[in-house]
C-alpha cells in the first residue's frame, strides 16, 4: 500500500535526521543523496539505471535485487512487512553504491563529480603543504566490504580518512580505485602543480639530522624522476621550493 | 573562601586547548622561565598575577559596574571571573588577552622543559592530539607543534613522526589557537626524549599501561631487534609510515599509472624511504667527504650535527650511539650556537630547558 511505503519511508528519513525532514520529496534517489554520510555520492541518471547493461552482474551480488531497483527508480509497489521492507531498502542503499562506483566514470558521472569537487563536497587535504587542496573520494578495494571510504588529494597523491565518523561506515566501492585517476585522465587541466615545500622538524632552531637525511634522500630521488622524465621531453611543474634556510622566525625574541 | 578552579586549568578546559598542558605554577614562580617575556607581553605584571590567581596589589578604589557584574556572574568560567573589582571591563579583557599570551609563551617553554615534557607524554599516550589522517600512517599519534615560535604567525598543527609530515587539525576550533605557544622544537625534542618509544600506528594499542615502558618512557623490549640505529635514531623509528608497501600507487582498472602518464605520479618521493635504512648513513658520509673537499655549505650542515647533538646531552637524554668526544658544556653549546648565523633563537630556547 502506498500509505504504508510513506511511513517506512518517513521512518527512514528520520532515522537519517535528513535535512529535508518536513517536506521531503518522494523520489529515493534525492533523499538518499540528501541524507547525512552521503554527501560524497552523486545522483545516478534514471536513464543509466534503466539501462541494464549497466547493471550486468549485480544481481548475484544484491539482495531482493528487483525490488531494490523499483525501490530506487522510485517504481516500488510491493506491499511487505517492516522486516523485509527494512532488507530491502538495505539492498538499495548496496545496489546504489554499486551502480554509482560505474556511473562515476561515465563521462555524464565524471561532470557530475568534477562540479562536486570544484565545491569541495569531499573536503579539502589535511596535509599543511597542500594549502587546503579539494579532495576526492576513493577505494583501496573494489570488492564491497572490504574497506570504507577514504580521500585521495592529487596534490600530494596520498589517501587520508574521512574526519568524519560518518563517512567511516560507507563502503570504499561505491567509488573505487580507479575514478580519481580516470578524472584526471579526463580532465588533465585540473591536474595540480606539484609542490616541493615540505616540513623539516627543527630542535631549538635546528634541524634534526636523522631526518634531515631522509628528506635530502627523498629529493635525490624527486631529482632523479624528473631527470628521467625530461629525458623523454616531459617537463614535471612544481611549484616553488624556496624553503628560507635561516628562518627568520623569533627574531622578536632575540636579544 | 570557596573553592574556585584555578585560572590555568580553566584555561586548559576551554573547548579547543586540548593540546595545552597545565603549566605548574613553580614553573611559572621561577622567574628565569619567564626571561625576556616581559618585553614581549603588554600589561605582563597584571597578565602573570591573573595566570597565578593572585590579588593583585595596587587597588585604585575605582568602583567598575562592568567589572563587577562580570566577577558576580556564577556561570562565567573561573579564568573569565575577575576578583579585581577596580578593573574595567575593557581593562579586564585587555588583561586577559595578555594573559593569554603569556601563557601560551610560558607554555611554549614549560613542553620543552624535563617537567612539562613528561606532561604532554602522559597526554600523547592518552590520545590527547589525535592521529595522522594519512591511511598508511595506520592512526599513529600526533604531535602539536608551531610551523612558527612568533606569536600571530600561524596555527597550530600536527605532527606525524611515522611520515615527518605536518597536518591541519582536524576540527575548526583548534584554527584559533596560535601555533607558536607549541613552538617549532617540541616534536623534536619530545621524539629524542623518548627514542624508544614505538611511533608507529601499528605499535600503539600495545603502549598501554606504564608498567610496559622503560624508564625512558619507551615500550619496554620495543626496539631489542637486531636494526642499529641511524643517525642517532632506532632504525624502525624513522617514519615507520614511509617507504615500500606504505605509498600510494594510483591504479586504473587494478594497473599502475605509468610516471610517463600525463596524469602519472610525480609525489612517490616524498612518501618514499631507503629500503636499506643503511643508506641515510652512507649518504651523511659522502656528505663529510664533501665537507672534507670544499663548501661552507657542508661544514655548516656538519656543525649543525654537532650542536644537535650537544643539545641532547644538555637535556641528559641517553643515545645509543651519542658520539664520543663530543662532551661540553651546555654554556659551551650555547655560545657556539650563537656565533652561529641565522639562528637568532637559539639562545631563547635554551633558557627554557634549564
Ligand atoms: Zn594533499
Ligand atoms: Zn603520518
Redesign the pocket.
Same mark, same amino acid.
Given at each position: 500500500m502506498a500509505a504504508n511505503q510513506t511511513d517506512a519511508l518517513t521512518r527512514k528519513v528520520d532515522d537519517y535526521n535528513s535535512e529535508t525532514d518536513s517536506d521531503y520529496t518522494s523520489y529515493w534517489r534525492d533523499w538518499f543523496v540528501a541524507t547525512r554520510g552521503h554527501e560524497y555520492f552523486c545522483e545516478i541518471d534514471e536513464e543509466y539505471l534503466t539501462d541494464r547493461f549497466n547493471l550486468t552482474g549485480l544481481q548475484a551480488e544484491v539482495q531482493y535485487y528487483q525490488y531494490a531497483l523499483d525501490l530506487i527508480t522510485d517504481v516500488f509497489d510491493f506491499d511487505c512487512d517492516d522486516d523485509i521492507r527494512e532488507q530491502i531498502e538495505k539492498s538499495a542503499r548496496h545496489l546504489y553504491g554499486l551502480v554509482h562506483a560505474r556511473y562515476i566514470i561515465t563521462t555524464r558521472g565524471l561532470q557530475k563529480m568534477l562540479e562536486k569537487y570544484k565545491k569541495f563536497d569531499f573536503g579539502r587535504c589535511p596535509r599543511v603543504f597542500c594549502r587546503a587542496h579539494p579532495l576526492l573520494p576513493i577505494g583501496l578495494s573494489d570488492l564491497p566490504h572490504t574497506k570504507s571510504v577514504k580521500l585521495y588529494c592529487a596534490k600530494c597523491e596520498d589517501v587520508y580518512s574521512p574526519k568524519s565518523s560518518r563517512h567511516a561506515s560507507i563502503d570504499g566501492a561505491y567509488f573505487g580505485t580507479s575514478f580519481p585517476h580516470i578524472l584526471f585522465q579526463v580532465y588533465p587541466a585540473f591536474i595540480p602543480a606539484k609542490s616541493n615545500e615540505r616540513y623539516s622538524p627543527r630542535c631549538f632552531g635546528f634541524k634534526t639530522h636523522a631526518v634531515a637525511a631522509l628528506a635530502r634522500w627523498q629529493e635525490q630521488k624527486r631529482d632523479e624522476q624528473d631527470r628521467r622524465l625530461a629525458q623523454v621531453g616531459i617537463e614535471v611543474k612544481r611549484e616553488d621550493d624556496d624553503e628560507p634556510e635561516g628562518s627568520s622566525e623569533g627574531e622578536e625574541f632575540s636579544r | 573562601m570557596e573553592e574556585e578552579e584555578s585560572w590555568i586549568s580553566s584555561y586548559c578546559n576551554v573547548m579547543g586547548h586540548e593540546y595545552f598542558a597545565e603549566v605548574s605554577e613553580d614553573f611559572i614562580e621561577d622567574d628565569f622561565n619567564l626571561t625576556g617575556l616581559g618585553a614581549v607581553v603588554p600589561r605582563y605584571k597584571e597578565a602573570l598575577e591573573m595566570i597565578l590567581d593572585v590579588e593583585p596589589e595596587d587597588d585604585s578604589e575605582s568602583p567598575g559596574s562592568a567589572s563587577e557584574s562580570l566577577s558576580d556572574n556564577p556561570n562565567a568560567p573561573a579564568y573569565r571571573r575577575s576578583r579585581d573589582h577596580a578593573r574595567t571591563a575593557l581593562d579586564y579583557s585587555l588583561i586577559e588577552k595578555s594573559a593569554e599570551l603569556l601563557y601560551g609563551l610560558i607554555h611554549q617553554r614549560f613542553i620543552t622543559s624535563r617537567q612539562g615534557i613528561q606532561v604532554m607524554y602522559e597526554k600523547y599516550l592518552a590520545n590527547h592530539f589525535g592521529f #595522522? @589522517?594519512?591511511v598508511?600512517?595506520q592512526s599513529?599519534r600526533?604531535l602539536p607543534c608551531g610551523y612558527s615560535d612568533t606569536p600571530g604567525n600561524d596555527t597550530v598543527k600536527l605532527f #606525524? @613522526?611515522?611520515? #615527518?609530515?605536518i597536518?591541519v587539525p582536524p576540527h575548526s576550533r583548534f584554527q584559533a589557537v596560535d601555533g607558536a605557544y607549541f613552538g617549532t622544537t617540541f616534536p623534536t625534542l619530545f621524539l629524542m626524549t623518548f627514542p624508544e618509544l614505538d611511533i608507529s $600506528?601499528t605499535g600503539r594499542k600495545d603502549v598501554t599501561a606504564s608498567s610496559n615502558l622503560n624508564s625512558s618512557g619507551g615500550r619496554k623490549g620495543a626496539n631489542n631487534n637486531t636494526l642499529p640505529p641511524i643517525n642517532g635514531v632506532p632504525a624502525n623509528n624513522i617514519a615507520p $609510515?614511509l617507504g615500500k608497501g606504505k605509498r600510494y600507487e594510483m591504479r586504473i582498472y587494478g594497473f599502475r599509472v605509468n610516471e610517463r602518464a600525463r596524469s602519472g605520479p610525480r609525489m612517490g618521493w616524498l612518501r618514499d624511504k631507503p629500503q636499506d635504512l643503511e643508506e641515510l648513513n652512507e649518504m651523511a658520509q659522502l656528505e663529510a667527504e664533501a665537507a672534507m673537499d670544499s663548501g661552507e655549505e657542508a661544514a655548516e650542515e656538519d656543525e649543525d650535527e654537532e650542536e644537535e647533538e650537544e643539545e641532547e646531552e644538555d637535556q641528559e637524554m641517553t643515545y645509543p650511539d651519542g658520539g664520543p668526544g663530543r662532551r661540553r658544556t651546555a654554556k659551551g653549546a650555547a655560545a657556539s650556537a650563537v656565533a652561529t648565523a641565522s639562528t637568532s633563537e637559539v639562545g631563547n630556547g635554551g633558557d627554557s630547558v634549564r
Open positions: - | #595522522c @589522517p594519512r598508511n600512517c599513529a600526533v #606525524c @613522526p611515522s611520515c #615527518c609530515d597536518y $600506528g $609510515g
